[in-house]
């Protein structure tokens, strides 16, 4: 039984891992756990598609590698530091095209006004995102390749409703990173008005 | 140790609850379980006001209720179902506004690009929200009083960089609600490309 706030500690961006399978069970764990998260007008907009196939794994890792080398990296050279320029650059040209499963997480918008999309999918990620850090899998919240909207909505057949939103990689670490640099809390909360330190 | 799955299917939107104080130091679990959530360049870029004294928390629930009587509710009727409707109803008309706490999440973009902000601060709201679960307390994600950004700006003195994006209330649940109503998650996810069932 993995301890809920151990869990949420250790979640850290994964972007390097290992060739091997991931049982379509734990596949399953993963995507229910999503379907727990809040949603506006509890629509559940979200739509997983989860891509195991090589050749539509490679097509997504080449829209990665493509968005981050035809700008991205310009953009973050100097706003990160060169470590983790390394590792997002690892990660955008090859390292979560490397992942067993790709899911990419998109926002049906049908049913649902497109400015509610963000508050009603983000968090069905991030339960995603833990539970996979709960049964050992490596996994990362991913935007760069879902500002390429129409490559990408084409290579998954995307209607035009489902807009993507997230590109979450899963998979078995390559090695197990550490604990996150975080600014503590204290120096983001404000007591009543902002400006007054909680 | 409370378990990481278990958390999640128990996280429910709590719009009604006791008058009961909640401790800081539960608070501050809360607070601090957000912070491990991933954003974009890992800006960490959430504020966290965190509203106790009534009248800063009155202002919000008439907010909250002028955006209901005023829109919200002709909306949503026809959209959601009767009870949902009266629970939300409930929450925007007073049920939020008595919670003993309620904490504004907003997103800085002073370093950050606005359209980062969503997938930067929604994943820290929801391990707020299962955090919160984790420890007993009620909570939801609300977004009708942000839609009225200026005057919810005005209430709690936020610089023009810093943008409201969630209200969620805390506080003990007046009764504790069963498992969510979700459609299962195979209805929700594709094989490899939309419309192939996983």
Redesign the interface.
């Known amino acids: 039984?993995?301890?809920?706030?151990d869990?949420?500690?250790r979640?850290r961006?994964y972007r390097a891992f290992e060739p091997g399978e991931v049982p379509d069970d734990l596949l399953?764990?993963v995507?229910?756990?999503?379907?727990?998260?809040?949603s506006?007008?509890?629509k559940?907009p979200?739509?997983?598609?989860?891509?195991?196939?090589g050749p539509?794994r490679k097509k997504i890792a080449e829209l990665m590698r493509r968005a981050w080398e035809g700008g991205a990296r310009d953009y973050?050279q100097g706003?990160?530091d060169g470590r983790?320029l390394a590792d997002v650059e690892r990660g955008a040209t090859g390292g979560i095209g490397a992942a067993p499963v790709i899911v990419v997480v998109c926002g049906d918008s049908s049913d649902s006004l497109e400015q509610?999309l963000?508050?009603s999918v983000?968090?069905a990620?991030?339960?995603m995102?833990?539970?996979a850090t709960?049964l050992g899998l490596g996994s990362?919240?991913t935007?760069l390749a879902t500002t390429m909207t129409k490559d990408l909505a084409e290579?998954?057949?995307?209607?035009e409703h489902?807009k993507p939103?997230?590109v979450v990689p899963l998979g078995w670490p390559a090695r197990r990173l550490g604990p996150?640099?975080?600014?503590?809390?204290k120096e983001?909360?404000?007591?009543?008005?902002?400006?007054r330190r909680?």
Chains 1, 2 share one sequence.
């Not at 995507?31 to 809040?38: E, G, R, S, V």
């Not at 996150?180 to 809390?185: A, L, S, V």
């Not at 983001?188 to 400006?195: I, P, R």
């Open positions: 039984m993995p301890d809920f706030f869990v949420v500690q979640q961006a399953n764990q995507l229910d756990a999503a379907t727990f998260a809040p506006a007008e509890n559940q979200w739509v997983f598609v989860v891509v195991k196939a539509t973050e706003r990160i983790l509610t963000p508050s983000f968090p990620v991030q339960n995102l833990l539970a709960a990362a919240l935007t290579i998954l057949q995307l209607p489902v939103m997230a996150p640099k975080r600014t503590p809390f983001k909360a404000h007591k009543d008005s902002y400006g909680w």
